[in-house]
């Protein structure tokens, strides 16, 4: 199947700064990327939706300042946590999508955030 | 709304064990339905898929039957292997290229 990395697979930071996590299709073009955040032992919620170069469609209660996300190009989408909070420390995934597979999203592994 | 609701894990099973993960769902229509798994350190993977009452995906011995009477579509295996160890995902999607609604998960281990 297709190929989806995310960078940094791991990152802490302090409280009050801003973390970029990136993703990539790496064999496809993901002409729609998707973020979503896992909490311990809960589903996937899923936080946004981005299609290549447009603004990005936020679920009900994600704000959109807080989590700015870029699709530039059809290989990478980068999900920014600004001013992170502990509340925030989280496992944050995210799966792209090529136009021919309407119905089949390919996942990421994960990054796990830690806001100390 | 939608939502999807799976068995409370984690289910421990010794290897060649029968498995059975429960999975109900809420939509109005008829929703696609997925089995996600998620090995450890990985993505998730698409398992298995059904898109029409009475379907039936099947992938790696594992199987899911579409019942539109019930709202269900339960993960089974014959005979499970300690490579099955993961986190299964039961999701559905309203419309096609709709967003993914995913139940909480089901963390199975294997022993041998």
């Not at chain 1, 059809?74 to 136009?99: K, M, N, Q, W």
């Not at chain 2, 292997?81 to 967003?99: I, P, R, T």
Request: proline residues 4%.
């Amino acid at each position: 199947g297709a190929v989806v990395s995310q960078h940094p697979s791991r990152v802490i930071c302090k409280s009050g700064t801003s973390v970029k996590i990136e993703c990539r299709s790496l064999d496809f073009q993901a002409t729609t990327m998707f973020w979503y955040r896992q909490f311990p032992k809960k589903s996937l919620m899923l936080m946004a939706t981005s299609n290549e170069g447009s603004k990005a469609t936020y679920e009900q209660g994600v704000e959109k300042d807080k989590f700015l996300i870029n699709h530039a190009s059809l290989t990478l989408s980068t999900l920014t946590v600004t001013s992170a909070h502990p509340e925030d420390s989280s496992f944050y995934i995210c799966s792209g999508r090529e136009l021919s597979s309407y119905n089949e999203q390919f996942f990421g592994p994960g990054t796990r955030l830690t806001v100390l | 709304g939608n939502s999807v609701t799976q068995m409370e894990g984690p289910v421990t099973l010794s290897e060649e064990a029968f498995l059975t993960i429960n999975c109900t769902y809420t939509a109005t229509g008829y929703p696609s339905l997925f089995w996600y798994v998620q090995y450890p350190g990985e993505g998730l993977q698409l398992l298995l898929k059904a898109t029409k009452a009475d379907d039936k995906g099947s992938n790696k011995g594992f199987e899911a039957t579409y019942r539109k009477e019930t709202t269900s579509f339960h993960l089974e295996k014959g005979s499970v292997q300690v490579s099955d160890s993961a986190v299964y995902f039961c999701a559905l999607m309203k419309n096609q290229g709709g967003k993914l609604i995913f139940g909480q998960g089901t963390e199975l281990s294997v022993k041998p």
